[in-house]
Nanobody, 124 residues
Framework: QGPVVESGGGLVQAGGSLRLSCATS????????MGWFRQVPGKQRDFIAG???????NYANSVKGRFTISRDNAKNTIYLQMDSLKPEDTAVYYC??????????????????WGQGTRVTVSS
């Protein structure tokens, strides 16, 4: 997979929504699982959501029911629809282009390219 580019972050009030996008220059219909992670200063980068090429998804408990991951294989792009945002969702969100996928409940391991990140700020 080639480099990834995230977009769609911004400032939103609590309860609002944002949609993040991640595009990679890899081959169309790549079989790699891809996913989203987030990081706040001084803390590790945490898994948020992942998706296989077949559409199987996996979410961290902290976002389950509020965030939805999807992908367009032909465009090699994944999306993260974030609804009911909370101040604790404030972070820099990163996309990874290749995950080691264990199951739909275990956090995958990122092994692919990271983008530059897109900042999400949720005000109370």
């Amino acid at each position: 997979q080639g480099p990834v580019v995230e977009s769609g972050g911004g400032l939103v009030q609590a309860g609002g929504s944002l949609r993040l996008s991640c595009a990679t220059s890899g081959s169309p219909f790549s079989p790699n699982p891809m996913g989203w992670f987030r990081q706040v200063p001084g803390k590790q980068r945490d898994f948020i959501a992942g998706i296989t090429s077949g559409g199987t998804t996996n979410y961290a408990n902290s976002v389950k029911g509020r965030f939805t991951i999807s992908r367009d294989n032909a465009k090699n792009t994944i999306y993260l629809q974030m609804d009911s945002l909370k101040p604790e969702d404030t972070a820099v969100y990163y996309c990874n282009s290749d995950l080691i996928w264990y199951s739909d409940v275990a956090p995958p391991t990122p092994t692919g390219s990271w983008g530059q990140g897109t900042r999400v700020t949720v005000s109370s």
